[in-house]
Each structure stands twice: as structure tokens, then as C-alpha cells.
């Protein structure tokens, strides 16, 4: 008999990777290898063996992609000062292309034929998937079970587990559709589908609520290296420790909690809340340390990329020359991005209380109202005023037709 096709799933342990399982084996006929990718979501991944075999898996690799994560993706990201519509630090989009990444590798060594994944047809994470599964393997196969399925509902999705014997646990004391990983927590749907209502009062599960949070405020200070963060409060940590710690501090005073209604790269608005209190600390430490060390043009130009920056990165198109050349871009203007920034955290605040660098370009000097003849004199400022205004001094004279 001939070999039966194999595919590679991007495998959860949730209810919709679960169903996919019988429901590949059974329009496909083929073998299903599944990849759980540890981005630092939090869950216990080792009883994941056991599940996939009892959906039907033919084998499950456990990858712990965590700092490649980090340093690849987020601190690239945090680099440029990247924030998509002002609010959202980019949690899931960064890390669908670290994810597809290892897919493609791993479907490549089990000769797979196609890459399955369980993002929905009105989502941004399909794209963000499968750009990086072409970046990487154009010709491989991609099946997304939402977009062609007969299953329309969560209560479909749980009623074929059942006649499969498939154990889905599902509860509805969150009904919400989340993502978590090391940077950030998403929460959608449900009741955060209407504007007009508030966050629930429990809705947060990593940061404390604002006003719960200590009366009395905290100091943190964060060392940064050409733009990395590499220690907090004087200690060094690697990697996914510093992110870990920056969590555990902000996310105790109430910082990082954005509510949104942002724009989805398939053209409807979606209304999320994230939390991302370590990363709300570093981009506020961050962007504070800029302030030194970056010259205006330097800096305005870099916030104008910026945006689109993190266009690319909502968008799924981390894997393209442009993100590759705007990041080597952000590389050149963080070689003086070096120093230490203290930080006030209070009820939700991220209050900036100094920062020094060796690479400063601030001059107390330069900047002072006393005497600095030697630098900077006064006097130059007439002549600097009459040519930068000798513009709009000529068209005032055209009007009055004086010219």
C-alpha cells in the first residue's frame, strides 16, 4: 500500500485544533503531525502527548521557541518603538510568524504534503500564518478546516468532538476568545463585542485592576544595551527572565491594559482588550531613553517608520525585505541607545523619574537660560529666524503687494 500523505497542524490542545485531527484523517486520508509551540502562553504543554494521540495524532513535537521570540521578534519590534493604532504592542502578531516558522521546518523534515492551521476565516492570524508558510515554503499546501468546513458554530465544533469520543473540556465562565503568550494576554468577543460596555470588573487575569493596586508607588530601573533591555534594577536576567520580571512588576501596579477598537487587516473593526505590563514598562523606559540619545531627525523620521512598521507586523508580513531593511534601520540608530531609566509604576501609571546615558546628547550647558556664549549664543538667533521665516516673509509681502 502506498504511503499516506502527512500533515502538519499548528496544534493547540483546544477545542477547534482538536476537532481537526479526525476531521484531516477523514477528508484526506492522511497521517496528522501536530506542533505545540511554546511562546510562553503559560500552560502545562507535557499532557498534550497524550490528547493529540487521543484525537488521532500520529506524533506532537513540543517546541520552546520562547527566546527566539523575544529576541528575534520582540526586541526588533521594542527596538523601533512599534505600536499598532497607538495601543496595541503587537502580542499575537509577532508571534504567528515565529510559530509558522517552525512549522515550515518541521513539516519539511516529516515530508509533509500540506500545513493545516485552526484560525477562522475573519481573522487576522490566517494571514500572518500562511505569509510566513509562503515566505518559507511557496509551493506547500495550506488547509485552513474554517473556510471550507460544514462546522459553523462552537456548539457544532463541540457536538462532533462528542461523536468522535474526543474529550474537549470547554468552559463557560470566560467566554471570551484569548491569546496569551510571554508579551501580552488578548481578550475578544462575547460581551466586548458591543462598544458601549465596559470591561467586566474580572476580566483581567494577569494585571491587577488600578484601583486595587498598592497605594504606594513603586521604582524600577531598567538598563538597556544598543536598545535591549538587559537588566532590571541593577540585576542582569536573560531573555525570557527580564520579560518575566518586567510582567510580575508592572502587571502588580495595574500598567499595561489597553482597550481598543482597532482595525483588522481582512477590513472590519474588532474590539480587544490586552494586557502587556512588561511591555508597557519597556516601551515607556525605552522611549525614554530615546530622548536622549536620538537627534530630532533621527527620532522623527524613526516615529514615522514606526507606523508602518508595525503595519507589517499587524499584518503578517514580518518575512519581507521591508521589515528586514526598516529593522536594520532601528539597528543603526540604537547603537547609543544605552542606559538606565527609572521608572515610577502607580494605580496604572508608567511615570518616568530620570534616566543617564554615556551617549547623551543633552547638554545642561547648551540648555541653560544662564551663559553659554562659548555654544551657543544668543545673538545667532536673529539671523537663524530671518532666513527660516524669509518664506513666509515673502508671500506676506506678495499679499500687500509689496513684492
Known amino acids: 500500500m502506498p504511503e499516506k500523505q502527512k500533515i502538519m497542524l499548528a496544534y493547540s490542545g483546544g477545542l477547534d485544533t482538536s476537532i481537526i485531527i479526525p476531521w484531516l484523517k477523514e477528508n484526506y486520508d492522511c497521517e496528522v503531525i501536530c506542533c505545540a509551540a511554546d511562546v510562553g502562553q503559560g500552560e502545562e504543554l507535557a499532557p498534550l502527548h497524550e490528547k493529540a494521540k487521543a484525537s488521532g495524532a500520529a506524533k506532537l513535537y513540543i517546541e520552546d521557541l520562547r527566546e527566539e521570540f523575544i529576541t528575534d521578534f520582540i526586541w526588533p519590534t521594542l527596538k523601533m518603538g512599534a505600536v499598532y493604532e497607538k495601543k496595541y504592542l503587537l502580542g499575537t502578531s509577532f508571534a504567528r510568524p515565529v510559530i509558522a516558522k517552525r512549522l515550515v521546518e518541521l513539516a519539511k523534515e516529516e515530508g509533509c504534503t500540506a500545513i493545516a492551521h485552526g484560525c477562522t476565516g475573519k481573522g487576522n492570524d490566517q494571514v500572518r500564518f500562511e505569509l510566513t508558510i509562503k515566505a518559507f515554503a511557496p509551493h506547500m499546501q495550506v488547509i485552513a478546516p474554517w473556510r471550507i468546513w460544514d462546522i459553523k458554530s462552537r456548539e457544532q465544533a463541540i457536538d462532533y468532538a462528542n461523536a468522535r469520543g474526543i474529550p474537549v473540556p470547554v468552559s463557560k465562565k470566560r467566554p471570551y476568545s484569548m491569546d496569551r503568550n510571554l ?146 534601520f532601528a539597528d543603526v540608530t540604537q547603537q547609543t541607545v544605552t542606559g538606565e531609566v527609572k521608572i515610577k509604576l502607580y494605580k496604572g501609571n508608567v511615570i518616568p523619574q530620570g534616566v543617564t546615558s554615556p551617549y547623551s546628547l543633552y547638554s545642561e550647558r547648551i540648555a541653560t537660560f544662564g551663559d553659554s556664549a562659548q555654544l551657543y549664543s544668543h545673538k545667532d538667533s536673529e539671523g537663524f529666524i530671518n532666513l527660516f521665516g524669509l518664506p513666509m516673509k515673502v508671500r506676506a509681502m506678495m499679499e500687500e503687494g509689496n513684492l
Open 183 to 328: 508579551w501580552h494576554l488578548s481578550h475578544e468577543g462575547a460581551d466586548l463585542e458591543f462598544p458601549e460596555n465596559a470591561p467586566p470588573d474580572d476580566i483581567c487575569m494577569i494585571c491587577t485592576p488600578p484601583e486595587q493596586a498598592p497605594d504606594t508607588p513603586e521604582m524600577v530601573a531598567i538598563t538597556f544595551e544598543k536598545g535591549v533591555p538587559t537588566k532590571i534594577n541593577g540585576e542582569a536576567f536573560a531573555p525570557v527572565a527580564l520579560i518575566e520580571k518586567a510582567n510580575e512588576l508592572a502587571a502588580k501596579h495595574g500598567v499595561g491594559i489597553a482597550d481598543l477598537v482597532e482595525n483588522r487587516l481582512v477590513g472590519m473593526k474588532s474590539r480587544g482588550v490586552y494586557e502587556t505590563p512588561g511591555g508597557a514598562l519597556l516601551y515607556a523606559a525605552h522611549e525614554t531613553l530615546e530622548q536622549i540619545t536620538l537627534d530630532r531627525i533621527t527620532s522623527h523620521y524613526k516615529d514615522q517608520m514606526a507606523i508602518r512598521f508595525a503595519e507589517l507586523v499587524y499584518d503578517g508580513q514580518w518575512f519581507t525585505p521591508l521589515r528586514e531593511a526598516m529593522s536594520a
